[in-house]
């Protein structure tokens, strides 16, 4: 039964990946979408090597401008993806516990990968919003509420020496509050080893002391930043985590892509590298890989995904980094003013991925009218409007699935944060427990 279920795991999310363009083994963000890792060194499936894969994958997928409907019907025809996703459903049925739930979860996640791509492509009716919000998130959709957030971002601004009176003032004194903070793009990896350094050694204090002896030599950090150019990402965590020392134990390698061009100060640099990196997505993903390597977790563990409930806990998890990290609870507890202000501010851009998801599928409203009401309502940047309301937020799985994920997991994670000690909720959220998602991770954390 195992490996027909690894199997069914594999060919389901890889033959998804392939599907909508992706590809897993490519290095670089810029060439994958759904699968996230393949690090199990196990041989790829035929829903990679199959040459009707390489085709399909280079001509896009269903997220070409113009499908090559030729290559998708010869992959489909050798690949039968549809009915992985049906055996993962019908694996996880068998199986008990918090594992049971986290394999029917995913495979509900990819029935509706599955019907986005049939709608994309004219052989399927269109997928109701609500049940992409519910699927890769567990909860209904429902529109952000920023008010909060700005009104502590104006109070410290003003105490910063910013302050502002009306909306437009408001946006004027965050401009002028990042035009002072800029990191200097040139000096971008020199930065980042330092801020990694940083917070490395926080989170050796105040994360990994709550962890299994067994992770203690698990490097949290082990990755390089990438300039690179004209990226249509801001930035793009790659883990790889395919090298191997001579005894066989993994590296735990990671790449980050950053956009060259991007403006960003010292204060959200820092969320961004805890967001990305330590303790956020490289550390996650370093665990689990150790916690697979080890046999602990099961093969689900080692093709992680985009657009599903593991996901939202994932981008949960990241962005309470900072908080992990100083070993605080609340914005408010964080030391540094100006490093409040940048997290206010993160947190408000993921708040308007969520609004911009939100008003143009459920509300329908025109892309330029949400990417006008963004930077309004939640100080972001003109060109963060931009691609939410546009080439993100218009994507069928990036607009209806993954876009909601953000605001969905911080909160989550945010109020675990508030209600369990460290001892208790760092073991389970971070895979030492079992994997869990953003529906079963409650569930963990009650007393046995």
Same mark, same amino acid.
């Given at each position: 039964? #195992?490996?027909?279920?690894?199997?069914?795991?594999?060919?389901?999310?890889?033959?998804?990946?392939?599907?909508?363009?992706?590809? %897993?083994?490519?290095?670089?963000?810029?060439?994958?979408?759904?699968?996230?890792?393949?690090?199990?060194?196990?041989?790829?499936?035929?829903?990679?090597?199959?040459?009707?894969?390489?085709?399909?994958?280079?001509?896009?997928? %269903?997220?070409?401008?113009?499908?090559?409907?030729?290559?998708?019907?010869?992959?489909?025809?050798?690949?039968?993806?549809?009915?992985?996703?049906?055996?993962?459903?019908?694996?996880?049925?068998?199986?008990?516990?918090?594992?049971?739930?986290?394999v029917a979860g995913l495979a509900l996640c990819f029935e509706v990968m599955w019907d986005l791509a049939m709608e994309m492509l004219g052989r399927g009716e269109p997928v109701p919003y609500a049940?992409?919000?519910?699927?890769? #998130?567990?909860?209904?959709?429902?529109?952000?509420?920023?008010?909060?957030?700005?009104?502590?971002?104006?109070?410290?601004?003003?105490?910063?020496?910013?302050?502002?009176?009306?909306?437009?003032?408001?946006?004027?004194?965050?401009?002028?509050?990042?035009?002072?903070?800029?990191?200097?793009?040139?000096?971008?990896?020199?930065?980042?080893?330092? #801020?990694?350094?940083?917070?490395?050694?926080?989170?050796?204090?105040?994360?990994?002391?709550?962890?299994?002896?067994?992770?203690?030599?698990?490097?949290?950090?082990?990755?390089?930043?990438?300039?690179?150019?004209?990226?249509?990402?801001?930035?793009?965590?790659?883990?790889?985590?395919?090298?191997?020392?001579?005894?066989?134990?993994?590296?735990?390698?990671?790449?980050?892509?950053?956009?060259?061009?991007?403006?960003?100060?010292?204060?959200?640099?820092?969320?961004?590298?805890?967001?990305?990196?330590?303790?956020?997505?490289?550390?996650?993903?370093?665990?689990?890989?150790?916690?697979?390597?080890?046999?602990? %977790?099961?093969?689900?563990?080692? %093709?992680?995904t985009m657009n599903t409930r593991a996901a939202t806990l994932f981008e949960g998890i990241a962005n309470n980094a900072i908080l992990i990290a100083h070993g605080v609870s609340d914005v408010e507890?964080?030391?540094?003013?100006?490093?409040?202000?940048?997290?206010?501010?993160?947190?408000?851009?993921?708040?308007?991925?969520?609004?911009?998801?939100?008003?143009?599928?459920?509300?329908?409203?025109?892309?330029?009218?949400?990417?006008?009401?963004?930077?309004?309502?939640?100080?972001?940047?003109?060109?963060?409007?931009?691609?939410?309301?546009?080439?993100?937020?218009?994507?069928?799985?990036?607009?209806?699935?993954?876009?909601?994920?953000?605001?969905?997991?911080?909160?989550?994670?945010?109020?675990?944060?508030?209600?369990?000690?460290?001892e208790r909720l760092f073991p389970v959220l971070y895979g030492c427990r079992g994997l869990v998602d953003a529906t079963t991770i409650e569930e963990a954390l009650r007393p046995a």
């Amino acid at each position: 039964m #195992t490996a027909r279920f690894e199997d069914h795991v594999a060919t389901a999310i890889l033959g998804m990946d392939a599907l909508w363009g992706g590809d %897993v083994m490519n290095p670089s963000g810029l060439g994958r979408f759904i699968a996230d890792s393949w690090f199990s060194d196990e041989p790829l499936p035929a829903a990679y090597t199959h040459p009707s894969a390489a085709a399909l994958r280079q001509s896009g997928g %269903v997220s070409a401008p113009v499908p090559d409907r030729a290559a998708l019907d010869a992959y489909l025809a050798a690949v039968d993806v549809r009915g992985a996703i049906a055996a993962l459903a019908a694996d996880a049925q068998g199986m008990a516990g918090l594992r049971g739930r986290y394999v029917a979860g995913l495979a509900l996640c990819f029935e509706v990968m599955w019907d986005l791509a049939m709608e994309m492509l004219g052989r399927g009716e269109p997928v109701p919003y609500a049940r992409c919000v519910e699927a890769s #998130t567990g909860l209904p959709p429902s529109p952000s509420e920023p008010g909060e957030k700005r009104r502590r971002v104006r109070d410290l601004l003003a105490q910063a020496g910013f302050p502002s009176a009306s909306d437009a003032e408001l946006r004027a004194a965050v401009a002028a509050w990042r035009a002072q903070r800029r990191v200097p793009m040139a000096s971008v990896r020199s930065v980042g080893a330092a #801020t990694i350094a940083r917070y490395a050694a926080l989170a050796e204090r105040h994360l990994r002391s709550h962890l299994p002896a067994e992770l203690r030599d698990v490097p949290m950090d082990n990755i390089e930043f990438l300039p690179i150019q004209d990226a249509w990402f801001s930035g793009s965590m790659n883990y790889l985590g395919r090298a191997r020392r001579p005894d066989g134990r993994p590296e735990y390698e990671a790449t980050y892509e950053i956009n060259a061009s991007l403006e960003i100060t010292v204060p959200e640099f820092e969320q961004l590298v805890t967001h990305e990196v330590v303790p956020g997505h490289v550390t996650t993903f370093a665990f689990l890989q150790d916690r697979f390597w080890r046999g602990h %977790v099961g093969f689900e563990a080692s %093709v992680l995904t985009m657009n599903t409930r593991a996901a939202t806990l994932f981008e949960g998890i990241a962005n309470n980094a900072i908080l992990i990290a100083h070993g605080v609870s609340d914005v408010e507890q964080v030391p540094d003013p100006d490093l409040r202000i940048g997290l206010l501010l993160a947190l408000l851009q993921d708040d308007a991925k969520n609004q911009a998801s939100y008003l143009l599928w459920q509300e329908g409203r025109p892309e330029a009218e949400v990417a006008a009401l963004l930077p309004r309502e939640f100080l972001v940047s003109e060109e963060r409007a931009g691609k939410f309301a546009g080439a993100w937020g218009r994507h069928p799985l990036m607009g209806r699935m993954y876009l909601p994920c953000y605001r969905a997991g911080t909160d989550l994670v945010a109020r675990l944060l508030r209600t369990h000690a460290p001892e208790r909720l760092f073991p389970v959220l971070y895979g030492c427990r079992g994997l869990v998602d953003a529906t079963t991770i409650e569930e963990a954390l009650r007393p046995a």
